[in-house]
């Protein structure tokens, strides 16, 4: 099980920083990511992380605004956003993967469990 927390209303140029908690099966077993789909527009991945958290990929339109990180012990996988754009605003969500190497992947089908997603608004 996911759990995706840390969205909310926030002004264009200022920061976030989404959660997701993960629960029931070993979490260093799988590789996360996040998605987000704003209204009326496709799933959209936006990063990606490995098991241990040594291999990490942007959707290139994010890049150095977004960051993504997870901490194993605590079954979280983070997703920091800086200068955040009315563009940004969307459903979040969080994802995952059981797999044996280092992989990551930005494609949706790779991923097997997903959490229920946090909106983030970002206001003008």
């Known amino acids: 099980q996911l759990q995706a927390s840390g969205g909310g209303q926030v002004q264009a140029g200022g920061s976030l920083r989404l959660s997701c908690v993960a629960s029931?099966?070993?979490?260093?077993?799988?590789?996360m990511g996040w998605f987000r789909q704003a209204p009326g527009k496709e799933r959209e991945f936006v990063a990606a992380?490995?098991?241990?958290?040594?291999?990490?990929n942007y959707v290139d339109s994010l890049k150095g605004r977004f960051t993504i990180s997870r901490d194993n012990p605590k079954n979280t996988v983070y997703l920091h956003s800086d200068s955040l754009k009315p563009e940004d605003t969307a459903v979040y969500y969080c994802?995952?993967?059981?797999?044996?190497?280092?992989?990551?992947?930005?494609?949706?089908?790779?991923?097997?469990?997903w959490g229920q997603g946090t909106l983030v608004t970002v206001s003008s």
């Open positions: 029931g099966r070993t979490f260093s077993d799988y590789s």
């Open positions: 992380i490995s098991r241990a958290g040594t291999k990490k």
């Open positions: 994802a995952a993967y059981r797999t044996v190497t280092g992989a990551t992947s930005s494609h949706w089908n790779s991923y097997h469990y």
